[in-house]
């Protein structure tokens, strides 16, 4: 704010000069015909627009400077929560290793009372190429880069969903990179964790989906805790039907939208990496079925 | 205005020949040509030619982003598009059409009759064409003109590892690696040529202090190049060992870096920024005077700030990766760096209103285009400031402000500059005179359409419209805002087709401009329009930075005054 109101303060002032000097000194009908006086430069002048503008940055310095230093180096309080990130073309991983969930594209955090500060730490690295976690409402941008870690923190003060996406170009489908961020008060985040830490639904209605999940190429990508798909290439599926959202938030999380989805997801997301799949009608109304099971 | 013969026997009387060439014998001659102001016109040509091409590629995005969840081009035909239009404005329009005016004009101002190695200037513009034909060869084959062919997809700074072999299989990434590789050679190539030029051409009295500031912000410039070109073009050398040799420089999957190629390329990107404005500032610099009808104020304090920006742009490429994560003390060095190069440029600014102030101000075409400079520059910087305050940065880099404000320095300086060029210098390339009236409309349209489009796309950039991205969701509030960008386009693309119909009009049948249709002062305007292929039938000599003034005004010459 600070910055914007110096900045402000120098535009209307240069501004408002130029443009006097500009009608002040517009050609007229009246002007002789000779002219004007010839000036070559006044060193006192330009002297003076050499200094107050060094004075102005070095005023405008030291504030950022000590916003950086705030930022960058304040210090992790114990009751932190701790959140690894790993960017994916196109979609978000959130494990919370020391509550042992993982999710992906919906990111489940405290709010924060001023008093007893909970701010999520956000370790980032990325699995591919480089990508960005902005949610604007939240904080600054962080970029996510492979072979790196990265370390930001948000600290949301009102419950409520913040919306944000992959904000450095990461590939095809960068624009349907979305993030979700769902700022809960304590209650509301614990009962969240208490029932991602249940295993996955092995209800016997949804039998038949399930062998159908197991034994096509689903499980090379996917993860449901407690059966043998394991994969990590794409989004882990354990508690799928709790987010609201597909396709890193760019669909409604609706049993029709998952069916084609699984059908053709070219067709919905074109560009992004799953494959379709191509089941036969009752193949996939039983693995769509089985996946609105896990909650 | 004057229709006098200024310098004594600059003008060859003897009439040419009269037979009209042959259209083969035409083009034989611009082909094998050596002539610094035919190469000149050959560099401002092709850059036309893609500035139209990348304009049309900006307009099919703003079509695309008029409206959330629009379907007019794919995801891979929008990412595409805005690679090839950063990629082309960039290094085929920007850098040529800057070196088209240099070559033209430095050997005039300085009074010489070629530039130093014209030979190696016949190569730099034919290895830079060549690298902007192959890079638009990629449209051929792959899905087609409508599938935008096989056009690089990686964005104009090309982020690794996205560039691995992995991450863009086939062709394209190689069309724009070399296509940038050729540009760099030529570009460094011309760089070279001017700055021999500068230093060992000049004519008699024509002491460093006395050239043109224009001269003397090319000098800069190509300085600039020097250092900053050749990071860029190790860089693509670099990458091509990766995709093909099985080098690992930036390849991440093999333990590469990133970060590495973020420092190699905006070890070149930033000073670019300065490469593609100090010759604008040059324009502005020659134009703003003779349309005041007064001596540029403070002469010295515009070298010096030219030369203080030279320096510290290149120590402030970090600025571009705030958000990377390079830690509170590199952030606060690179705030800083960023932070100063603002006071060499406002102590321009304000010389440019001192030269105004207590002027007679011509509002031609070229001056008022110098005008609408002045103020949209004025925005730009502030803007900048703004941005280089890394915690604002965090928040709005890679974002549709980011888009606005290098815009704003892109077409609201450089372009507005360049148009102020063509009305200024057009009467002495062509010999005949732009029409002023339909000038005028394209100044007024381009101005309208410039501010709809730039102005407006700050907003959707603080709301948190991150820029690249081919569409966007109905529930963010974007919509309204990229709609008026979007309108914004109409305007700009009637005043582009305003210009091109008054450049080939003009040139048709345009008044006869004269030697000296503005009473400017530099040496250029001494010798004929359009210049014979000697340029002076008798070298010149000056006494003082305004030769011209001098020679109307011998009662009061510049002479008395510089120090």
Known sequence: MF?????????????????????????????????????????????????????????????????????????????????????????????????GIVTANELHVPVSDPHHPTPTYLEMSSADTDHSFWVPQLAGKTDVIPNRVNVMWIDPESPGLYLGQCAQYCGVQHAKMLLRVYGQSQGDFDAWVAQQQQPANQDEASVEGRSVFLRNACINCHTIAGTVAAGRFGPDLTHLASRDTIASGAIQDTPDNLRKWIDDPDRMKPGCLMPAMHLNDRDLTAVTAYLTTLH | MADYLPLTGAIDLTSAPKARPLVLEVLHGWVTTVDHKKIGLMYIGYALVFLVIAGLEA??????????????????????????????????????????????????????????????????????????????????????????GTAPDVGWFAYAPLTAKVFS????????????????????????????????????????????????????????????????????????????????????????????????FWIFGHPEVYILVLPAFGFANEIIPVFSRKAIFGYPAMVAATVAIGFISLSVWAHHMFTVGLGPGANTFFTLATMIIAVPTGIKIFNWIATLSGGNIHFTVAMMFCVAFLFQFLVAGLTGIMLSASPFDWQLSGSYFVVAHFHYVLVGAILFTIFAAFYYWFPKMSGRMLDETLGKWHFWLFLVGFHLTFDFMHIPGVLGMPRRIYTYEFDRGWGIWNLIVSSGVIFQVVAIGCFVFNLLRSYAKGRIAGPDPWDAWTLEWSTESPPPVYNFATIPTVQSRRPLWDLKHPEDPDSNYEM
């Open chain 2, 59 to 148: 307009v099919a995005m703003r079509l695309q982003l008029a409206v959330p969840h629009n379907s007019l081009v794919s995801p891979q035909v929008f990412n595409r598009l805005f690679t090839m239009h950063g990629t082309t404005m960039v290094f085929f329009v920007g850098m040529p059409i800057l070196f088209g005016f240099g070559n033209y004009l430095i050997p005039l101002m300085l009074g010489a009759r070629d530039m130093a190695f014209p030979r190696l200037n016949a190569f730099s513009f034919w290895i830079a064409a060549f690298g902007g034909l192959l890079l638009y060869f990629s449209f051929l084959g792959g899905d087609g003109l409508y599938g935008a």
């Open chain 1, 3 to 99: 910055v914007l109101a110096i900045t402000a303060a120098i535009f209307l002032a240069a501004g408002g000069v130029l443009a006097y000097v500009l009608i002040r000194y517009r050609q007229r009908a009246t002007d002789p015909d000779r002219e004007p006086a010839q000036i070559y430069g006044s060193n006192q002048i330009e002297l003076s627009w050499t200094v107050i503008p060094v004075l102005i940055v070095v005023v405008l310095f030291l504030t950022t400077a000590r916003v950086i230093f705030n930022t960058e180096s304040a210090s992790k309080p114990a009751s932190a929560l701790d959140v690894v990130v790993i960017g994916h073309q196109f979609w978000w991983e959130f494990r919370y290793p020391k509550l």
């Open chain 2, 169 to 264: 299989p086939g062709h394209s990434t190689d069309y724009w690696t070399l296509g940038i590789l050729l540009s760099g050679v030529g570009t460094i190539g011309t760089a070279l040529n001017i700055v021999t030029t500068i230093i060992a051409m000049r004519c008699p009295g024509m002491e460093l202090s006395r050239m043109p500031l224009l001269v003397w912000l090319y000098f800069i410039t190509c300085c600039i190049v020097f250092v900053a070109v050749g990071p860029l073009t190790a860089a693509q050398i670099m990458l091509s060992i990766d995709r093909y040799l099985g080098g690992h420089f930036f390849d991440t999957q093999a333990g590469g870096s990133a970060v590495l190629w973020m420092h190699f």
